[in-house]
């Protein structure tokens, strides 16, 4: 009977829900257009399906096709595999993901985080396929995530304080590693992220006996900016341009492009010094090809 009654009304309703699903619909996508960049990213990450809450960290890829144009030959000397050169072409791949530890700790905006990052050279297209360096870099840090408005487009998303070992973990004369603590700040609006993330070393040991100077070349900071169009994204690091008189500036540029849902083209150019931990004092301009699953933003 209740159903014969309300029957008349049944447009009513139908008009009355659609307008909620479009109002719904429409807030949705407002906050979607009010994010910043960083803000995006973290959303995306929040949905990710695992239950450890595994998130991509630094950019992910690997490239089949890099090409160095001056490797540090002399540093391999009697150090591969039946003595064999090191050519210019080879595979480079990195892998970085971090986990969420302890969330919103004590009900605050800070959160504790682990994260590892893997960059390795391979020298695949050699008789004997050998890795020539391949960089460890295991992290802590605590984000403290702010979204404070700076201007009416930009925001300071998050100010990070973490410390990090890296590692090429050979254990001999080709060893090199150091530790860091951080400070990093990120910042982004519409298309844009930018982070500026100081570093203090820490003069342990083994910094000393491997590699004292690598502050000279590495200095005591980068700068990463990252700019983003529906999925491209340019990204440019940099490091050491003030440090020492500028006398051993490094930049990185990289492209990604989308070529199928989850993958995306990626193109990189490296210009200066620290390719890899046991370049840190050689400089090579290099640039390579492949395929990226993530990138900065």
Known sequence: MLSIFLAPFAPLYAAVATTEQEKLAQEINQAADNETQV????????????????AFYKPTYVMPYYYTGSPYKSIYENNTPGNEGVSRT???????????????MFHSFSSLYIAYSQLSYWQAYDHDAFFRETDYEPEVFIANEFNLPLTSNWKLNFINLGASHQSNGFGNDLERSWN????EAIASADNWMVSVKPWLIIHDESFREHNPNIANYLGYGQVTVAYKIDRQVISLMAHNFIEGGGKHPTVELAYSFPITKNFNGFVQFFSGYGQSLIEYNHHTNSAGIGIALSNWI
């Open 180 to 183: 860091r603590v951080y400070l």
């Open 39 to 54: 803000e995006g990213k973290l959303a995306r990450e929040n949905k990710i399906p695992n239950y450890f809450g595994i």
């Open 90 to 104: 080879e595979i480079k791949y990195q892998l970085s993901f971090k986990v969420p530890v302890w969330k919103n």
